[in-house]
């Protein structure tokens, strides 16, 4: 390498690193907007979240970057990381001068207007007030999908922000075999007797929870050095660099799973970040610069696999609860003196069809995703009006779930996604779960003893095979290339649909389908 282009490489990296310290402060503003600041605050942080997103867009944009991102390209002698950051750099400047910047402001205002609008409707149960904000945000988000730009269908345009490479006509016939193989399974399920429940809301008091979270959370490998837990209204996870990696729980004490589950699928996006390898710290491979947020994983999908790793497959099997069983009677041992392992298994596994996305269980969560996608992407192609949506979705409900809507708050407006103008991001959560089996898959393929390691409660086997084959890897590879790098093929529902299967079919007694 030449002095002139390692000069240029240089640059990029001191840009880069730049950029990467702007979205790492955004997200400080951000976790303590919903962790730490007192209500008043709300619209000075708006403020400076607005100031400092639109300093970190002109960095992005500055020529200099583009230029020394094409030079970095240029040079046969780059290093392949520094070669796949560079290009990714230059793919989001692309994308984002395709958006006239009154597209970019016009978005930002409504969005924060419509999640008041949306969480006013909500509360008062009243879809027609939130209407005409939802159809500005559809016309908008129409019109990003259109600058963006995309071959078949407009929704594949916004897909591609959250999940690179992913189109419809890859994602639809994928939910079309998770459609036929979960309907019969839930049918089946429902024909057997409901598991014994009782004792999940019994009074657990918040600071037991919290103990006990805690140490789940560690046994996992979470680095207390490098994190910590706090409480949220709702659970999340951010992280400012691989070294400061932050969780957060909802305790409800009349409601024990929520924390401790919750606690676990935050811990499984927390190990990604945590796993990130050194190097790419304040570097590209460690930012979404289409989106201006710091993060280490791949993709939503891909980290959501991680979340939902550690959560269902990890957390929710036999071998989880056989083992750290004992301890939570110790920790609760009035409130559990009565219920068995076996029964405290069912029970957190219990398959039922609910009105609420994020309270659903494992099988039906894909329905609830589903008909949100289908739905949204009628509304982006026009299929759809705003106006006929709640009906639109009640159907769906009753065909897929058997259920009756009573009302808005529990059926259409239960989301923030659509008023944060988020089109295109409930597909990541099925695709976190299919991808989530396939990386367990070739986890157990690779680790002969990884059965017998989760028995007796030894995380770390599992957690440093997906430490070397995805985490370390940060943003490097998209989700497709760390699928066939680590699985040896590209998304691949058989084992996802071969789990639940075995799962369920063990649990309610099924007959071997
Ligand atoms: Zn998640």
């Not at 918040?206 to 994190?227: H, M, T």
């Not at 799973?257 to 304040?282: C, I, K, M, W």
């Not at 093929?489 to 058989?494: I, Y």
Request: hydrophobic content about 40%; proline content about 5%; overall charge negative.
């Amino acid at each position: 390498m030449n002095e002139q282009l390692n000069d240029q490489t240089n640059e990029f990296q001191r840009r880069s690193a730049e950029l990467n310290d702007l979205l790492c402060i955004l997200n400080v503003l951000a976790w303590d907007a919903r962790t730490q600041m007192p209500g008043g605050g709300g619209e000075a942080r708006a403020q400076q979240v607005a100031t400092l997103s639109a300093v970190a867009r002109e960095r992005l944009l500055d020529p200099a970057f583009g230029a020394a991102a094409d030079e970095v390209v240029g040079d046969g002698e780059a290093s392949e990381t520094g070669v796949r950051a560079a290009q990714q750099a230059l793919t989001a400047i692309d994308a984002m001068r395709r958006v006239p910047a009154a597209l970019t402001r016009d978005l930002a205002l409504l969005r924060s207007e419509a999640q008041d609008a949306w969480a006013l409707a909500k509360a008062g149960n009243d879809f027609a007030s939130f209407a005409p904000t939802l159809e500005r945000m559809v016309a908008l988000t129409r019109q990003l999908a259109g600058v963006l730009g995309h071959e078949n269908h407009p929704y594949d345009a916004l897909l591609n922000t959250y999940e690179p490479g992913l189109t419809t006509a890859t994602l639809l016939p994928l939910f079309t075999r998770l459609r036929e193989h979960h309907l019969p399974l839930l049918r089946a399920i429902q024909a057997q007797p409901e598991p014994r429940s009782d004792f999940l809301t019994r009074h657990y008091p918040a600071q037991e929870q919290k103990a006990f979270s805690l140490a789940a959370a560690r046994r996992f490998g979470y680095d207390l050095e490098r994190g910590r837990l706090d409480q949220s209204a709702h659970p999340f996870e951010i992280s400012f660099t691989r070294q400061d990696v932050r969780i957060t729980t909802r305790f409800q004490e009349d409601f024990l799973p929520g924390a401790l589950f919750g606690t676990l699928h935050e811990t499984g996006h927390a190990l990604y970040e945590q796993g990130v390898a050194p190097e790419l710290s304040r570097t590209v491979l460690t930012s979404d610069l289409l989106g201006l947020y710091a993060v280490g994983g791949a993709s939503y999908g891909a980290h959501e696999s991680q979340s939902r790793l550690w959560e269902n497959r990890v957390g929710r099997s036999a071998a989880y609860w056989n083992r750290h069983y004992p301890e939570l009677v110790r920790t609760f041992p009035e409130q559990l003196a009565d219920v068995s392992v076996g029964e405290f298994l069912r029970a957190v596994n219990w398959v039922r069809p609910s009105l609420i996305r994020v309270e659903a269980d494992e099988l039906t969560y894909d329905l609830h995703i589903m008909l949100r996608v289908d739905l949204e992407m009628q509304l982006i192609s026009g299929e759809l009006s705003v106006q006929d949506l709640p009906e639109a979705w009640n159907a769906r409900v009753r065909s897929d779930l058997g259920l009756d809507v009573p009302d808005d708050a529990n059926g259409v407006l239960q989301d923030i996604h659509w008023s944060a103008g988020m089109f295109g991001s409930f597909p990541t959560y099925t695709i976190g779960n299919v991808m989530a089996s396939q990386f367990y898959e070739a986890a157990g393929a690779a680790l002969p003893e990884l059965e017998a390691q989760l028995e007796r409660g030894d995380y770390a086997p599992l957690r440093g095979w997906l430490q070397h084959h995805i985490y370390r890897h940060g943003r490097t590879y998209t989700p497709h290339e760390l699928l066939v790098r680590t699985t040896g093929e590209g998304l691949n529902p058989q084992p996802y649909l071969d789990y639940l299967t075995r799962k369920y079919s063990g649990l309610y007694g099924l007959e071997a389908t």
